[in-house]
């Protein structure tokens, strides 16, 4: 059966859970870097790598990006609360406890308002709480780089210890037909918010935003039913990819008469599928209780409205004020919303492009170059300025619009900037009217019937001779100049 | 001449000062001493004779300098120091020689101590009479048969053979205060976060307190102002001045203090010569002056069992660390056993039979549905205790009681029965859970072992245990041990 069907027999039931790396200059507890893709166990310490005798000390600047989190998404935050230790064996978690926050998170009781198809959906937030990263284990030896089959391991605490933002929502209900979409556009929204605090920087491709979803399935007028966890779940197009997945499979197995086990899940991101982990029965005991090294947070309230007072505009609102600003219209905002193009729209028009041309850059050619290539229009190798460069340049004429995309797949190609393509692939306009007027002439030479058929009256005719001068000047001649030409040299007016 | 290693660190610091000795001399003779007897006591774990006699160089070339420059000390193996091994009496950390220092550790260093080497301790400071120890107990200087305290009868037996007039103890429950007692030397557990807490080994992280001992009240004051002071790398460091212990230490009179004897410590399980020596003990405080009451603290007598319930929760998540994957003991890595498998044989084989018991005990009592029945209950305890000593600070300056219900037991006598082992905490525990500064000295023996007298008192008063210990010792000089045993 049909997704969209199965949504019509089951009401969804959807959750997500998103941790955050913070991007603050050192970790969690210590004072050892965070850089991305150091050298492995490069940026350690023994608190870090939580040997003997080590004891934690707490970041300010995290536990004030938290509460900046926190305020965002309209949460209380605590005026006094604890880090509790989550015990577990794994040897990526130096001291085999991962210090988080348990029964007395930074911040709760939020919601975060999200647009799906022009239609707000409020998201309620269940809490946002602080805790340490763990280190990452490299499996070596098997075929698939897992644990399974591989010879040994090796491990690096680069990571142990990156302070990590963990933000969940309440269930969310009453999505109907869009539980995929929902999730992806909170997603999306959350990202948002958190590029536009600049607490982290929020690229779900190197994991510091990763994402589980939960999803259960009921019918109307049930309870609800049991729900999965998916982990894994790391980019936006598997966030979608993801409950759809889950939609289907728990759907399928329901009217199946079959139960849903309450278990975590893996999403494969080469399947779109996912594939079971530990199931409820095997849950470990975290034996939780309060980290007895670390003193209470108590956030002072004047501090707090503070940080409130001085907040940045929600991304929600500031695209609204922008949109109305450029004379976008709604549905192109949406359009624009929905490609994740806004940012780089308006990146663009703030780099002095006028809103239309950077809208149709983005997307248009933009738009296919990144769907080819399977990225983010963010992701792409050209920048908001280039891509305003390149319209200014069409504008002064120094650019044809084909001449300006085989500027734009030069940068894409990583050729350099745009003045930098046109200097090295030569793309420069032919602007002398006797060089076109040559080859003008060349083309009613080598076009007889064709010629004599506009200025007998069939002026559309002109096209194939402006097509032949523009083959014969490899795109770099002003098609509009050259049509002007052809119609002169023929003696006929439009 | 002098026996260099019968003076106090008072003295000895006074001598390298003024020149008559050097700390060179002063170190040998201290190793020399350790090369003679701790074949006979195993005090020692490890010691550290040439970075002994550097630190002394050091200090004779008056680069570092201060009131316990050049002066000795024996250091629990609990306490990292770079380079030089840290094993906690434990074989899962045999070998293991830390990175960094601990803050004791680098404060002692910068003071111009000089550090012999590491004690011996019951592992992870898990006892009360260092048998605990994977690597062979200690031994009492004043009976050799008999225990040194634990867990830190390494420092305690240095202290009372002669082999160091400093040394460094932590106190979980009774670790450096019981050790005291039966060794007939002072030990003072300060105020919780009153001396930092990075590079102590955590057993138990909310009742763990390192301290001074010494074989004189103003030796330990004079090591207790080296070490203790605010450290930003322990968040439960206390940012404060350090009490002027040092001044109080010199106190020769008890003129308007009030004292507290604990009713609930005293009387039955406590050994006869014990009560005695302590009433004895409560008089001589009365003839200097002090007035003695008695004050009941009635949540004492759930100390104990509030106790080994919280300490081991902690200890069971602190010594999760231990599991083979990045230091210390890795048993059964064959390339056929699982990673599960190799932490579970290292863990198995690198714990003692106690840890073992106190990390099932600690994860039974954190674990799901059991949390609030004990981990929980036994935090309620605490507050209890902490109400009956803030109750008592409203009639009292300090409270005393015996240090520990008997005297040291011979070798082996306890080590069947655990509950009996844990009992010899029974009057040092409370001080934990509450996190006041408590001490024990010396009052005297009971057939022919020592006795010791515990003072306790409020957060932040760490001075009032040396005024009463300074006052004390000067009308009750503590006995001296006759150390026949010496060949």
Wanted: aromatic share 6%; net charge negative; with cysteine.
């Amino acid at each position: 059966m049909a997704y969209d069907d199965d949504l019509r027999e089951f009401e969804p039931v959807i959750g997500l859970e998103t941790h955050v790396e913070l991007g603050t200059a050192s970790k969690m507890f210590c004072g050892c870097a965070t850089e991305f893709g150091a050298e492995p166990n490069t940026q350690t310490c023994p608190v870090c790598l939580g040997l003997p005798g080590a004891l934690p000390v707490v970041n300010e600047k995290a536990i004030e990006s938290t509460i900046r989190i926190g305020l965002a998404l309209h949460c209380d935050i605590a005026v006094w609360c604890r880090f509790a230790r989550k015990n577990y064996f794994y040897p990526d978690m130096p001291k085999n406890f991962q210090t988080s926050q348990y029964d007395e998170p930074l911040c709760t009781d939020g919601y975060l308002d999200v647009t799906v198809d022009g239609e707000v959906v409020r998201i309620p937030i269940e809490r946002v709480h602080l805790e340490e990263d763990t280190g990452k284990s490299l499996h070596v030896g098997g075929a698939t780089g897992r644990i399974h089959g591989a010879s040994h391991s090796l491990v690096d605490y680069n990571r142990a210890g990156i302070p990590l933002v963990e933000i969940v929502t309440k269930p969310v209900v009453g999505t109907g037909a869009r539980p995929a979409e929902v999730a992806k556009a909170y997603v999306t929204e959350l990202r948002d918010v958190l590029r536009g605090l600049g607490v982290s920087d929020v690229k779900m491709e190197q994991g510091s935003l990763r994402c589980d979803v939960n999803v259960s399935l009921n019918r109307a007028g049930e309870q609800w039913g049991t729900r999965s966890e998916t982990k894994n779940v790391n980019s936006l197009r598997s966030v979608e990819r993801a409950v759809r997945s889950e939609v289907e499979r728990q759907a399928e197995r329901l009217r199946r008469g079959e139960r849903i086990v309450q278990e975590t899940r893996h999403f494969h991101e080469d399947t779109g599928h996912s594939t079971p982990g530990r199931s409820k029965e095997e849950a470990t005991d975290y034996r939780y209780f309060p980290e007895p090294d670390l003193v209470p947070v108590a956030p002072d309230p004047a501090w707090v409205k503070g940080l409130l007072a001085a907040l940045p505009e929600a991304p929600s609102l500031q695209r609204a004020r922008l949109t109305a600003e450029l004379g976008l219209s709604e549905l192109d905002s949406q359009a624009m919303v929905n490609a994740g193009a806004l940012d780089v729209v308006l990146a663009t028009v703030a780099a002095g492009a006028p809103a239309a041309e950077a809208r149709n850059w983005w997307l248009g050619h933009l738009a296919q170059e990144a769907n080819t290539a399977g990225v983010d229009l963010a992701e792409l190798a050209i920048s908001p300025a280039d891509v305003a460069r390149v319209v200014a340049l069409v504008s002064t004429g120094a650019l044809t619009t084909t001449l300006a995309k085989q500027v734009v797949d030069g940068v894409l190609a990583g050729e350099g900037t745009p003045d930098e393509v046109v200097a090295a692939r030569g793309l420069a306009v032919v602007s002398d009217e006797g060089a076109l007027t040559a080859a003008v002439d060349e083309a009613i030479a080598a076009n007889a019937d064709v010629a004599q058929k506009v200025r007998t009256g069939k002026v559309a005719a002109a096209g194939a001779l402006v097509g032949a001068v523009m083959r014969a000047t490899r795109g770099q001649a002003d098609a509009a100049a050259v049509r002007r030409i052809v119609l002169e040299r023929l003696g006929v007016t439009e | 001449m002098t026996d260099l290693t019968r003076l106090t660190a008072a003295e000895t610091a006074a001598a390298i000062r003024e020149r008559s000795v050097s700390a060179v001399e002063v170190a040998q003779a201290h190793l020399d001493r350790v090369a003679a007897v701790d074949g006979q006591v195993h005090a020692f774990l490890h010691v550290d004779g040439e970075g002994a006699l550097a630190q002394a160089k050091r200090v004779d070339a008056g680069e570092l300098s201060g009131p316990l420059a050049g002066v000795p000390l024996a250091l629990k193996d609990v306490m990292t120091m770079e380079g030089i091994p840290t094993t906690c009496g434990s074989r899962i950390l045999e070998g293991w020689r830390p990175p960094y220092d601990a803050t004791v550790t680098a404060r002692l260093k910068a003071a111009g101590v000089v550090i012999l080497g590491k004690t011996n301790m019951d592992e992870f400071a898990m006892g009360s009479s260092t048998e605990h120890s994977a690597y062979g107990p200690t031994r009492n200087p004043w009976d050799l048969a008999r225990i040194p305290g634990g867990s830190g009868g390494g420092s305690s037996a240095a202290l009372a053979s002669y082999q160091a007039p400093l040394a460094i103890g932590t106190d979980t429950g009774g670790s450096i205060r019981q050790p005291a007692s039966v060794t007939g030397t002072v030990g003072v557990k300060p105020t919780y976060g009153g001396v930092s807490r990075y590079g102590l080994v955590a057993f138990s992280s909310s009742l763990d307190q390192a301290g001074p001992c010494a074989r004189t009240v103003l030796d330990a004051a004079l090591l207790h102002e080296v070490i203790a002071g605010h450290d930003p790398r322990d968040s439960t460091s206390i940012d404060a001045p350090v009490p002027p212990v040092v001044e109080a230490a010199a106190a020769r009179d008890l003129t308007g203090l009030r004292v507290g004897v604990v009713t609930e410590l005293t009387g039955d399980g406590y050994e006869p010569g014990v009560q005695a020596r302590f009433d004895e003990a409560v008089q001589v405080l009365r003839d200097l002056g002090a007035t003695v009451t008695e004050v009941s603290c009635p949540h004492f007598d759930f100390a104990l069992p509030a106790y080994y319930l919280i300490a081991p929760s902690e200890a069971s998540s602190n010594l999760a660390r231990f599991d083979a994957v990045r230091y210390g003991l890795r048993v059964g890595d064959d390339g056929v056993n699982s990673l599960e498998d190799v932490m579970a044989l290292s863990r198995a084989q690198g714990f003692g039979a106690e840890v073992k018991r106190r990390i099932i005990l600690g994860t039974y009592a954190l674990s799901s549905g059991y949390y609030d029945a004990y981990y929980g209950q036994a935090q309620k305890v605490r507050t209890l205790i902490t109400r009956d000593f803030e109750r008592a600070w409203e009639s009292v300056d300090v409270l005393v009681a015996p240090t520990c219900p008997t005297v040291a037991f011979p070798l082996g006598a306890k080590l069947e029965d655990p509950l009996a082992m844990y009992r010899q905490d029974i009057a040092s525990i409370p001080a934990n859970l509450y996190g006041g500064p408590a001490a024990s000295f010396p009052a005297g023996l009971s057939e022919g072992l020592p006795v010791g007298l515990q003072v306790m008192a409020p957060t932040l008063r760490d001075d009032l245990l040396y005024r009463v210990g300074g006052a004390f010792e000067h009308a009750s000089p503590a006995p001296v041990p006759t150390l026949d045993w010496e060949s």
